[in-house]
Each structure stands twice: as structure tokens, then as C-alpha cells.
């Protein structure tokens, strides 16, 4: 292209034909040129808004602008625009005004959109010719764009005209047929909502103001930018809180919550989703969060806690409480619940309102499963014999009694379970409220003075002893499921472990015969002790741990003496069931008295005396223990307390086998033949003895003698011996002597032994309640005294790693390390420490009294 | 001289040349690309008030334009050459053309 030959080129001036050419021919009048051009201009806007687009030649009418905006005719071409615009636009709304079709909503709103849109499309195309313009002109003199003055034109000459006649209209129209649609009317304006909304969005504010420069997010953003928001959102949600109040109020007319709750889930449902179609996206917040305040927020509580004839929460979650004794069930109304979780948690997704109130409601009903389980209990012995074979039962129930103890249990499993279905069914499986669930419960079920620890721990031993027996028609899983979860519930860990040591033991050493712990082929007790280390951690059951291994070592010593006692010539040894238990390990109130048995000279207290027939017998298994098991440096003691003794009676009418305690057993050997070599039988001898000396030969204290006595002269169908005088009372000097007119139907005899508070009483009423309220105070004390060393134990592992702390935080890390096994009352932990400070442990620091230091 | 197919439109210059170039490739410019809803874009003919050889380098230049535009970030861009006597001119036209 470059001229060839020519070192030195020329740049060549820009044509002038270019700004001449637009006006074609010369006219040297400035003004004249202009009005040439503008008249040109004004005739194509007008066809442009007449929707002519397509007859106009862009490029001629795109160089007159370019050349008026380069002969700086820019000012004034863009303010004859503008008012050109502006007469364009009154004439538009003048025929909207006058038009017949605002009486109808519906073409009113078509109206508008559409004038919008043509106005849009219009000042497109101008502003497409006066591009040059824009480009130069507007940015210099800092004036909005041709298309954004297009739009600040129509706000001002049509919705904002006549102190908003039209804007007035639009957004009165809008907001009834939204109303409408809320009545439940069925509306057909939906799409020009939409569209006139949408106009209203882009009736923006700041342009009319900011200048060419781009206007930037944050004005758009600003409060009231545009027309939708200074006029019609304010007015929109002023109109909608009005009408959701009067929506709450005809709800609440009917005075039922389930009304309530169906009616403003479904209303809040059906608007969600509608309102999203029409809104803008910050409105649609707005409002719904109006519409739950007024309909959710503020009244859900008033709802909630309607009574139950206006089905509130209590009508809605009566069924639960209902079921425990109902014989057909019904369901909780999993529905309303669903609709509650969903209205709470529209204001707050923790829905702590609702677990609040829940929480109310359980603790309420909760308690009342006392009451229930208490007359369930009594039914039961009211409909079955009094020859119940489980277990004793007394007819008057006690919280101890197994079978409250059951029925308690069972009934809060039951409750527990249907609140967890309510969960699963009615809140979304929420875990949060299973939590809250648990921890409501708990509060219940941990209550002062209701010792569940204890009722827990007989139930079990309750259900281990119908297993054992086979008696049970519940699957084992399904009982070790139950047991684990409520051991949950529980909050005094160390307590349960204590009470089911008591029982524990006693299942043992009650049991006669190596009575089987198998069910299903598993041994029971381990099975479940196994289970609760799984879930309370090794430390906690250490003690259940060793004793556990202690029956099975006595089980295989009791095997292995058996054999021992086989091979013995002489015929000498007695077979023993032998139940060997470490003091240490095994509950105080069991093992407390255990050397008294032989005897202490410093208290006057005089050994027991074994009758001889055993002596030779315990004295070789004494042998055999220490030395041929190489336990010598453990120390054996017989415990006469325990166990039971099976004795061949030879009665003139016939022989039996008597199964008896061993006190009893002892007592009644006072009466057999003395030596083998002695020929004369017992009842030819008619040896009698008083109580005096009864107590002399054997040396069994009086509160266990008496009883003895009691349960084999004084009961009736079972005396074996004879009592004169005949009384129930066993006095000093009464003389007795075998019984023998003692008859029984069956070979095989059990006697019972009648408990100390009858014995002393005379009443038969009340026989297992008050000796296990004497356990349960002993086993209480336990606990007690355990806690006591495991906080102390506790304080001082605390203090040692810091050395000093203040009060308070030493009481939080206390409650904390100790959560899971019970929570210290105030008062305990303030004697233990002051226990401590006593035994120099630690000190308060001289300055701040409030400040623990560590001695080392 | 005209070309109506869709994706094709005439750039004419007064002096009677005439250039077809692609819709798209036009349509670089802006002030081109309005033309489209308006009488030119039923004709699919713009007429032009300059010389041929402007026009020709501006229609060069658009291409150059169109076939880059992608490439400007690589850096792999040929210099666009223009010859020296006309650039003043081309200033003025390209102002016009908002390119």
C-alpha cells in the first residue's frame, strides 16, 4: 500500500466530506446546520417510536449525530432528545390514563408491561443512533446515558406523574391480586405481576443522579435504588402484615391448634413457592420472614401450649402417654408434629422453643409413669394368684418391688421409643432432638428421691432371673437392648454399678447347685457385664469384672472338690458347693460381718460354733485350699450367713430331703444322732433344748436365730421341729423339740426362711420390701463412701497437674471428670476439700481465698 | 454488489468499492453492528462515506481483530502493519467506527 519510490511519506489529512456529507450542500449558519440535522433526527426518533424502525437508514442517521456531536451541538442535541422523550412519554400515559382499561386489573398491568417494553425497545434504537454521542458527549459532561435518561424519563413522566398517579395504581393493583391469590382466588395477571415487578426493579434511582460514570453495585444496592424498593416493597409488606395478622386471627378463631398449624402450614407453603415466582430476591426474604413472624413466630407459643381441648402440644402428644396402658394403640398425631418441627424451625432452625416446650411435656408425663407402673403392678397381683412363681411378691407394691421395678422400666422404654418414632416420623430425624430427648428423660427418671439406679439394677436381676429359669418369653437381645439404653438414662453411674454388685452377688450366692447362668448357649451374666464394660469403659466395672471371675473359679473348685470328695476312702467328706469371694471386690454389705464368725475375745464375742458334724470337712478343704492350691497367703473364713444346706431327715412317717438355710441346717443338726457309733435315734431320744441353749450350742445371733426358728417351729405346714409354748413370738425359755408328726406331701422339702421384720413383727405384710429397703440403705452408704474416695482421688489428681486453680474452675473440671459416673453434690465436694485442706492435701493461698494451691 | 446472506454483509465504500465481509467480523464494530435492526439489515448493504483504501485497511484490520481476539493473552500476536499515510485518516475512521 505504501507509495513505492518515496523515502519520506506523507500522512495524508483526514477527508473533510465526512462532516460536510451529512449536511449536504453549504450552509454556513451554525444554527441553521443544526436545526437541518435535528429536524432530520426528531422524525426518525418519532418513526423509531412509532416502531419503524426498519424504513431508517442507521449509518446516515448515526454520521448526523456524529457530526452535530462534533461540532458541539452534543448539549443541545441530547436536551431536544430528552424532551422529545419526555413529550413521547406523557402522550403515552395520557392515552394509558384515559383509556378504559384501567378499570380492569388485569389489562392495566398488560398495559403498562407493554408500554414498558416499547418504551425499552425504542430507547434502545435511540440510543444505538446516538451512540457517538454517548460515547463522547454524555461522558464528558458527566449526563446519564440516552437509555438510563429513557428510563428516569418514564419514572418521572409516567409512574411518578401527577404525584404518582400511575405508580399509585400499579402497585395497588399488584398487591390485590396478590391478595387475591392469597384468598385463595385463582388470578390470571401472573405473568404481567412478574413483568410490571420486574419494570418497577428497573426503575432505578441512582441514575438520575450518577453520572456517565458506570453506576457501580453499591448504589444499586442501596436501600430504595429504585422504585420497587422506596415504594412498593414498603407498602407491599405494610399491606401483607396487615393481611397475615387477619389470616392469624381467623386461624386462631376455631381455637384448635391442630387448625392452626394445618392452616398456616399449608397458606405459608403454597405462598413460598408462588411468592418466589413474582418477587424480587430480596423481597421474597423479607416477606417470608414477615409472614413467619406474625404467623409462626409470635403465636406458636400460645399454640403449643394450648390445653388439651384446644389440641396443643399436650392433645398432639397424649397418645404416648396414653399407649403404656392402652391395649390397642394409637398413634401420636405424627402429622400436627411434623407441621410444628417445620413452622419452628422456619424462625429458628435450632427449634429451641419446641424442645423446650418438649422437654415440659416429658418431664410431666414422665413422672406420671411412676403413678402408671405403680397401679400396673398392682393389677398384676391383683389378677394372679397369690401363687406367683417368679418371684416373692408382697401385696402391697414398693418402688423396689420387681415387679414396679419391671413395669417402670419397660413403661419408659416404651415412652422413650414411641418420642423416637415421633423423631423419625414428625422430625425429620432430627438427632439434635434425640439429644433433647434423652436429656428430658433423664431428668425425669433421675429425680430426687426416686432412686432409679436401684429400680434399674432389680429389674435386670429380675429379668437375668426369668432367663435363667427360661420363664422369660423376651428374647435375650431385646432385654440387654433395654437394660443398655436406660443404663443411658441414668445419671449416677457409680450407683448402678453398686446396686447390681448387690444383686449381682446375691444372684450368686443364692444360687444352689451351680444353677445354670446359660441361656441360649451364653452365659448371661457374662454377656451382660461384657456389655456394660462396652458402654461404661473398663474402670468403672472393674469390681463386677472380678467378681465375675470369682463365681467361675468357685465353680471349678466346687467341681474339683466334688472329685476329691469321690475319691475319699473313708467317706468322711461332705460335698460342698463351694462360693469363694474376696472381701475387697464383693459389696460391703454382703462381706461386712465375716470375721465375726470367729470370734473376737477383745468384744466378749464368741466364736461360731460349726457343728461337729462338718468340722472335719471344712478343716480338710481349709488344707486343700491353702496348700494344695498355694493359697497360703490368703485367709479363709466361713461365712454361715450364706448358702444352704440339703439334710436327709429320717421322720417317723417318712424320710425326706430337706433343702434349708445353712443357720437353719446348723440348727437342726443339734438334733441328729451325735456319733455314728450311737444307736439310739432322735426320737426315741426326744432331746429337746431351749432357746437359750440353742443359742449357747451354736452361737447364731439372736435377730438370725429367732428367724431361723421361726421358719422351721412356727410356720405353718413346714415345722420341722416343735416349739412349747406354741406361739409366734420365740421367747428365751421356749423348749424345742423335733416335730414328729411332720408331714409332707412331696419327698423333696424347701424351707423358706421368714424375714427379721416378721420375725420381730409377727405381720407376714411387707416380708421382701423391708429387707431390701435395709439393703438399699446399706448399698446407699456404699455408694456414698465410694464417692467420697473417688473425689478425693479426683481433687487431688486435679490439683497436682496445676498446681493451684480458683474454686470455680476446680468445681467445673471436677464436674466434668466425674459426668460419667455421678455429679457431686456441693456440699460433698466442700467437705472434701475441707477434708483435704485438714489433711495438708492442699491449702487455700493466703491472698485469695478463693484460690486452692497443691502441697507436694 | 449486494450480498444478503445471513452471514455475510457488504461494507461500501462512496467511491464505489465494495467489500464482503462476514456478519460476525463486522460486527466488531458496534456502530456496524446496529445497522442490523435498522433498513441497512433488511438491504444487508451499508454504505460507507470513505475512500476504498481506508475501507480496505479498516476491513483488514477486522479481520486481524477477529482472527486474534483469542490470542491476545498468549502474546503470539503479528503486528498489525498500517501504512504511515494513512494512519490520521485511520484515527478519524476508526473514532467513528467505535473500533
Redesign the interface.
Known amino acids: 500500500?505504501?507509495?513505492s519510490g518515496n523515502k519520506r511519506?506523507?500522512?495524508?489529512?483526514?477527508?473533510r466530506?465526512?462532516l460536510d456529507?451529512a449536511i449536504s450542500g453549504v450552509v454556513k449558519d451554525h444554527g441553521a446546520e443544526f436545526e437541518k440535522s435535528w429536524r432530520l433526527l426528531l422524525i426518525a426518533i418519532k418513526l423509531i417510536q412509532e416502531k419503524n424502525?426498519?424504513?431508517?437508514?442507521?449509518?446516515q442517521?448515526?454520521?448526523m449525530a456524529?457530526t452535530l456531536v462534533l461540532k458541539n451541538y452534543g448539549t443541545k442535541l441530547y436536551d431536544n432528545v430528552c424532551q422529545q422523550i419526555k413529550q413521547h412519554l406523557l402522550q403515552r400515559r395520557l392515552h394509558l390514563v384515559l383509556s378504559d382499561m384501567m378499570d380492569d386489573e388485569a389489562n392495566f398491568l398488560k398495559e403498562i408491561s407493554i408500554e414498558w417494553n416499547e418504551h425499552l425497545q425504542a430507547m434502545k434504537?435511540i440510543s444505538?443512533?446516538l451512540?457517538?454521542m454517548n460515547?463522547v458527549h454524555v461522558k464528558e459532561q458527566k449526563v446519564p446515558y440516552i437509555y438510563d435518561l429513557g428510563i428516569v424519563l418514564f419514572l418521572e413522566n409516567v409512574i411518578e406523574y401527577n404525584d404518582h398517579e400511575i405508580g399509585h395504581r400499579l402497585i395497588d393493583t399488584i398487591i390485590l391480586e396478590i391478595n387475591n391469590s392469597w384468598k385463595g382466588q385463582i388470578i390470571t395477571t401472573k405473568t404481567y405481576i412478574t413483568k410490571t415487578i420486574s419494570m418497577m426493579n428497573e426503575l432505578e434511582y441512582g441514575k438520575r443522579t450518577v453520572a456517565a460514570a458506570t453506576v457501580t453495585a453499591d448504589d444499586v444496592d442501596n436501600e430504595g435504588s429504585n422504585y420497587y424498593q422506596r415504594y412498593f416493597e414498603p407498602r407491599f409488606l405494610s399491606v401483607s402484615s396487615t393481611f397475615f395478622s387477619q389470616f392469624a386471627l381467623e386461624c386462631l378463631a376455631l381455637e384448635s391448634g391442630s387448625h392452626y398449624v394445618q392452616a398456616t402450614s399449608q397458606f405459608i407453603n403454597e405462598q413460598e413457592s408462588m411468592l418466589n415466582f413474582f418477587l424480587s430476591t430480596t423481597t421474597h426474604p423479607k416477606l417470608m420472614q414477615l409472614m413467619c413472624n406474625v404467623l409462626v413466630k409470635d403465636r406458636i407459643d400460645y399454640i403449643i401450649s394450648l390445653p388439651y381441648e384446644n389440641h396443643g402440644l399436650s392433645y398432639w402428644l397424649d397418645n404416648v402417654i396414653r399407649n403404656i396402658t392402652a391395649t390397642t394403640r394409637s398413634d401420636p398425631h405424627y402429622e400436627e408434629l411434623r407441621l410444628l418441627y417445620d413452622l419452628v424451625g422456619r424462625f429458628d432452625p435450632e427449634r429451641k422453643l419446641l424442645k423446650l416446650r418438649l422437654r415440659d411435656r416429658i418431664i410431666e408425663d414422665g413422672q406420671k409413669i411412676e403413678q402408671i407402673a405403680l397401679e400396673m403392678a398392682q393389677n398384676s397381683i391383683k389378677s394372679s394368684s397369690f401363687s406367683s412363681s417368679a418371684s416373692k411378691k408382697s401385696p402391697s407394691i414398693s418402688f423396689n418391688s420387681s415387679s414396679f421395678a419391671t413395669n417402670w422400666v419397660n413403661s419408659v422404654l416404651d415412652f422413650k421409643n414411641q418420642y423416637f418414632k415421633i423423631i423419625s416420623r414428625s422430625f425429620g430425624r432430627d438427632h439434635t432432638f434425640e439429644e433433647s430427648i434423652i436429656s428430658s428423660m433423664r431428668t425425669f427418671v433421675n429425680k430426687n428421691g426416686f432412686n432409679a439406679p436401684e429400680i434399674l439394677s432389680i429389674y435386670i436381676d429380675h429379668c437375668l432371673k426369668q432367663l435363667t429359669k427360661g420363664g422369660s418369653k423376651t428374647p435375650v437381645d431385646e432385654l440387654l437392648g433395654n437394660a443398655l439404653t436406660f443404663i443411658n438414662l441414668i445419671r449416677d453411674k457409680d450407683a448402678f454399678e453398686a446396686y447390681y454388685a448387690n444383686h449381682f452377688a446375691k444372684r450368686f450366692l443364692n444360687s444352689k447347685g451351680g444353677a445354670s447362668r446359660m441361656v441360649d448357649g451364653m452365659d448371661i451374666e457374662d454377656l451382660f457385664i461384657s456389655k456394660v464394660v462396652d458402654m461404661l469403659g473398663l474402670s468403672t466395672v472393674a469390681k463386677l469384672l472380678k467378681m465375675n471371675k470369682e463365681t467361675k473359679l468357685s465353680w471349678e473348685l466346687t467341681k474339683e472338690w466334688k472329685k476329691l470328695v469321690e475319691a475319699d476312702k473313708d467317706k468322711s467328706l461332705i460335698e460342698m458347693e463351694l462360693k469363694i469371694c474376696n472381701t475387697v471386690d464383693w459389696p460391703k454389705s454382703m462381706t461386712k460381718d465375716y470375721r465375726i464368725f470367729v470370734g473376737d475375745e477383745a468384744e466378749g464375742q464368741a466364736p461360731f460354733i460349726w457343728p461337729k458334724q462338718l468340722r472335719h470337712t471344712m478343716k480338710q478343704f481349709e488344707e486343700y485350699w491353702s496348700l494344695g492350691k498355694k493359697n497360703s497367703s490368703k485367709k479363709l473364713y466361713w461365712s454361715p450367713k450364706f448358702g444352704n444346706m440339703e439334710l436327709r431327715i429320717s421322720y417317723p412317717s417318712r424320710t425326706y430331703d430337706i433343702s434349708l438355710s445353712t443357720y437353719a441346717g446348723i440348727i437342726m443338726l443339734l438334733f441328729a444322732p451325735q456319733s455314728d457309733e450311737s444307736c439310739i435315734l432322735p426320737f426315741e431320744e426326744k432331746r429337746s433344748y431351749t432357746y437359750t441353749e440353742i443359742k449357747g450350742l451354736t452361737q447364731i445371733n439372736d435377730a438370725d436365730l429367732r428367724r431361723q426358728l421361726q421358719s422351721i417351729a412356727v410356720a405353718p405346714r413346714l415345722r420341722l421341729l416343735t416349739k412349747t409354748p406354741m406361739s409366734k413370738e420365740v421367747n428365751d425359755l421356749d423348749i424345742f423339740q423335733l416335730n414328729e408328726k411332720f408331714k409332707s406331701p412331696t419327698t423333696k422339702v424347701k424351707v423358706l426362711t421368714v424375714s427379721s421384720s416378721s420375725s420381730s413383727s409377727g405381720s407376714t405384710g411387707k416380708v421382701t420390701a423391708t429387707t431390701a429397703d435395709d439393703d438399699s440403705l446399706e448399698v446407699n452408704a456404699r455408694i456414698i463412701e465410694g464417692r467420697k474416695v473417688i473425689l478425693d482421688a479426683a481433687v487431688v489428681r486435679i490439683m497436682k497437674s496445676r498446681m493451684s486453680l480458683n474454686h470455680n474452675d476446680l468445681i467445673g473440671e471436677l464436674l466434668k471428670q466425674l459426668a460419667s459416673r455421678f455429679q457431686p453434690l456441693p456440699l460433698m465436694i466442700k467437705q472434701c476439700l475441707a477434708g483435704l485442706i485438714e489433711k495438708d492435701y492442699i491449702m487455700r493461698d493466703p491472698k485469695e481465698r478463693n484460690v486452692y494451691r497443691y502441697i507436694a | 454488489m449486494s450480498h444478503p446472506s445471513d452471514d455475510i454483509k457488504g461494507v461500501t465504500d462512496s467511491d464505489k468499492f465494495k467489500f464482503v465481509v462476514l456478519k460476525k467480523v463486522a460486527s466488531i464494530s458496534s456502530v456496524l453492528r446496529n445497522t442490523q435492526e435498522f433498513a441497512e439489515g433488511r438491504s444487508g448493504r451499508i454504505q460507507l462515506d470513505m475512500d476504498g483504501d481506508i475501507l480496505e485497511c479498516i476491513v483488514e484490520y477486522l479481520y486481524y481483530n477477529f482472527k486474534y481476539k483469542d490470542k491476545a493473552a498468549s502474546g503470539s500476536v503479528p503486528e498489525f502493519k498500517i501504512p504511515t499515510h494513512l494512519a490520521l485518516e485511520l484515527l478519524v475512521k476508526a473514532d467513528y467506527l467505535d473500533i
Do not use: G
Not at chain 1, 10 to 15: A, F, G, N, W, Y
Not at chain 1, 53 to 59: A, G, K, P
Open positions: 500500500m505504501l507509495p511519506t506523507k500522512i495524508r489529512p483526514p477527508r466530506s465526512l456529507n424502525v426498519s424504513e431508517l437508514s442507521y449509518e442517521l448515526y454520521r456524529y434504537f444505538d443512533v451512540m457517538y460515547r
